[in-house]
């Protein structure tokens, strides 16, 4: 199995099988995302434990690339503070965007999202839930578009 394999079995079994799919009462954080693109819809909910992201639920629907980066986005923050979760959210930008990015052991199961920058039309997709958590951890509620 070569490392695309490996990287298309993270993706599909996200997408099958999303993690912390579903919804947190009382939020401290929500917030609605939409890619007009490819018609994705997620919201993101947060639990705040002072800065750190105490729980983390997405739900929605969308194509195997939104909803695997959004699993794979929430295990990735759960337990973070807002600096790390940046400094992170930078790190798979540059991987969606620049095909000259590094493809480091930090980024953990977020590497299998180095296969969609070979599909530009894709990378909203996958940074969707990205930038609908920023949203939802700056305003408390927020509705954001990738448009
Ligand atoms: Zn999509």
């Known amino acids: 199995m070569d490392l695309k394999d490996l990287y298309r079995d993270v993706i599909l079994d996200h997408n099958r099988q999303p993690r912390n799919f579903g919804r947190i009462e009382s939020p401290d954080g929500r917030a609605e995302g939409h890619n007009p693109l490819c018609g994705d819809r997620l ?59 590094a493809v480091d052991a930090g980024l953990g199961k977020l590497a299998a999202l180095s296969g969609v920058r070979e599909f530009p039309a894709r990378v909203k997709c996958a940074s969707l839930c990205w930038h609908t958590l920023n949203a939802a951890l700056a305003h408390g509620t927020a509705t954001v578009s990738t448009e």
Do not use: N
């Open 43 to 101: 919201s993101v909910c947060v639990r705040m434990d002072g800065e750190r992201v105490a729980d983390i639920r997405f739900e929605g629907h969308g194509c195997a690339i939104s909803t695997a980066s959004a699993s794979l986005m929430t295990e990735a923050v759960k337990g973070k503070d807002r600096a790390a979760i940046a400094a992170l959210f930078a790190r798979v930008h540059a991987l969606l965007t620049q095909p000259q990015a």
